[in-house]
Structure formats: structure tokens, C-alpha cells
């Protein structure tokens, strides 16, 4: 078959590289197509064919204290209009933008591949599921399959962009041939949201993709050697607003001091993390897919903060930190996340907590530190946990979406 995948992420997701590279291994054709995206270290089959009209390094700027750029100082005035002014002024500015992106991405497939003609397009953002359906008039025979990485409508407290993006995501789900989410209670509440069949849901479980290189992490992070007294304790991924990192940082500020975060990462908010740097908190920038697991295998534990009380997507998400822990036969302690606690119940290999302030993190790190220290998670839950959300177990629904 062949196969078109489409993305905005400007940093490659890995949930696309092993989707992708699953289908190479059995035999298909794949196309990746996307306006701007960091391939690099991200671990792409070489058999799969990107169209990508700037490849390169696409740094996140931090968080400035002030100054706006012109886009969103148009979209900051826009969303303070009354909702009847502002969502079609917002969908306006979006349209505007997005009618660009398709005519580049149109271009550039028609002219680098004029003969290929996809059997099925894969489609992982909102934005370009409209670009999606365009393309059915040029492929009449083509399944469309929307792949659905969040709670799309959700990922803010806005509810002008949410009313606009709950809309636009209806439209599109319903022009699909199937549809695909990271977990059951966000398949569910797309179910119930739009009224459709419940999607397929395919966790984003990690891909091994090979041996790594060893690193040493007080190595990367450039400090001394710890002690084995040490409790090294983990956070990675994407340093953005509403992820509770700040009061995460500030727990460590008040914990002893044989407890120690190491942060792992690109954001917005890195200014603000390289502010907390200390004897007990490190920071370092994002590391390639490739050599993350040398580097989370040697923490004591995985930290997920995340809380949901502004942002439903937050509360119902299983970030891919979840499964680089598990992965890595890492136990974890999280907020009090339904989906993360579900798994914990099931396996046994982590648990949750308040995390509403620094204190209650503090004391969270404390309790699951001690709970460690008395064998109260094993070496088999951690490997039940890795077998049951393992890659080549989760993978395997692409077989029943692609028939």
C-alpha cells in the first residue's frame, strides 16, 4: 500500500516515527509530508520518503517576560472581542494561514512524487485534516485515518478556542475512515463529543530503536558524581506553561538535600527553569529519541506532575514520558491522573498523588522515596508494565486500522 503522512509537529513525535517505521517493516510505501519539522535524531527509517519544505533545527524560543510578536498580538486583541466577533475573526486569521500551508504542501507533493497515489492518508493534526480531505478530490479512492495525539479542543482554559476548535475537529472526524487516540478515556470522550464509533486508541508506547550510546547523567548535566545515598528523580519532555513545573522546581527547594531533579527538555519555559538551577536541581536541553533511554534508565525515579484543573486534555492525558519511564523499567509518581492511575492499578509500578503545591510534591517525593527503599514496587511489575505497553504489543492496531 502506499501510505501518506501528514504532520505540523516541529520537532518529529515519536509516535510518528514508529507508526511509520512499523509500516516500512511490513512492506508498505510511506510518505511523510510536513511544512516544517527537526528530523534529525529522531530515528525515521531511511526507506520512508520525506517531503519537508524547511528541514532544519527548530529551536523553542523560551518564554520572554515581555514583548509579543505580531501574530499574537493580533490573536491576543481578536480572543478579547465578544465570542460572536472573535471565533470568526479567529477562524478567519487561522484560514488565512492554513490556505498558505496547503498550497506549499499541495506543491510540493505534486511536484517531487507527480506518479504516487496514496491508498490511505494518516493525518496527526487538526490543522492539516482539512488539507486531508482536500486531497480526496485529487486521490477519489483514499481512506482518510485521523490520528488524534490529544484532546485537541482542550489543550488550553481558552473556551473561544475551544468552542472554534471543537467545531472544526466535528467537521473533520466526521469526513474520516477511521480514527485513532492515545488512550481509552480520551477515545471515549471523542465518541461522546461527536458522535461517532469509539476510535482505535494505540498508546504511545516507545519504539527500541537500537542500542544507545551510553551516557552518564551527571556526565550530561555536567555535575560531580552523586552519591548511592542519592534519589535521583526525573523530569522530561516539553518545558510548556500548565505541565506544573514551577511549583515542581519549588518542591526541590524545600526537599533535602539527597534528593535531586534532573530536568530534560525544550520550552517556553527554560528561562525559567535555568533560574532554579542549584545543588539539587539540573538542567539540561532535549537529547535525541535515540540516546533518551541511556540517559532516563539511570534515574531513581520518573516525576509527572501534570494536574487537570483548567485543561481536560491535561487531566485525561499519557504523556510519552509515561512510556520512556515504563520503557525503561523506571518507576514513577504522578499526579492523580485517572489514566496514569488506571495503569498503576493494573501493574503496580507507580502511584499517584496531590500535587497541587510544592509542599504536597515534596511530600509526594518523600512518601514514594521511602515506599522504594521498601521493595514496595518490584523488578516484575516494572517488567509487566514494559511487556503490556511495550511497542510491538501496541503497534499492532495499525493491522486492524489499515484493512
Known sequence: MNILHLSRHSRMDRRITGEMNYLIKK???????????????????????????VTKDIKVKPAKPTGKSHREQIRKFIL??????????????????????????????????????????????????????????????????????????????NKKISSYMLKREKRAVRA??????????????????????????FYNSQENLGASKSILIETLFDIAKLPDSAVKVLFQGSLSFGRNIENLLKAFQILPEQFHLFVLGNGPLECMVRKFVSSQIHFHNAVPQTDLQSVTEQASFGIIPYLGNDC???????????????????????????????????????????????????????????????????????EQAADIYSFDKQIRILDKVYC
Open 312 to 382: 481536560e486534555n491535561n487531566y485525561l492525558c499519557t504523556p510519552n514520558k509515561l512510556f520512556e519511564f515504563i520503557n525503561s523499567r523506571l518507576p514513577i509518581c504522578s499526579a492523580e491522573l485517572p489514566e496514569i492511575c488506571k495503569i498503576f492499578v493494573q501493574c503496580g509500578n507507580g502511584r499517584c498523588y496531590p500535587m497541587d503545591t510544592p509542599e504536597k510534591i515534596a511530600d509526594a517525593v518523600r512518601d514514594f522515596s521511602a515506599l522504594l527503599s521498601n521493595g514496595a514496587i518490584t523488578k516484575d511489575q516494572l
Open 27 to 53: 512492506g508498505h510505501r510511506v510518505v511523510f509530508l510536513s511544512p516544517s519539522v527537526n528530523l534529525e535524531g529522531a530515528g525515521v527509517s531511511s526507506n520512508v520518503k520525506c517531503l519537508v519544505p
Open 80 to 157: 478579547s472581542l465578544p465570542g460572536f466577533l472573535a471565533i470568526p475573526l479567529y477562524s478567519l486569521l487561522i484560514g488565512m494561514m492554513d490556505c498558505r500551508m496547503y498550497r506549499q504542501l499541495k506543491n510540493l507533493l505534486q511536484t517531487s512524487l507527480p506518479d504516487f497515489v496514496p491508498d490511505y492518508i494518516h493525518i496527526h493534526d487538526l490543522r492539516l485534516a482539512e488539507f486531508a480531505i482536500q486531497l480526496k478530490n485529487i486521490y477519489p479512492g483514499v481512506k482518510l485515518i485521523y490520528d488524534s495525539h490529544e484532546l485537541t479542543p482542550f489543550q488550553q482554559s
Open 176 to 201: 474520516m475512515d477511521a480514527v485513532i487516540t492515545v488512550n481509552h478515556s480520551i477515545a471515549e470522550r471523542m465518541a461522546e463529543l461527536y458522535g461517532i464509533p469509539k476510535p482505535w486508541v
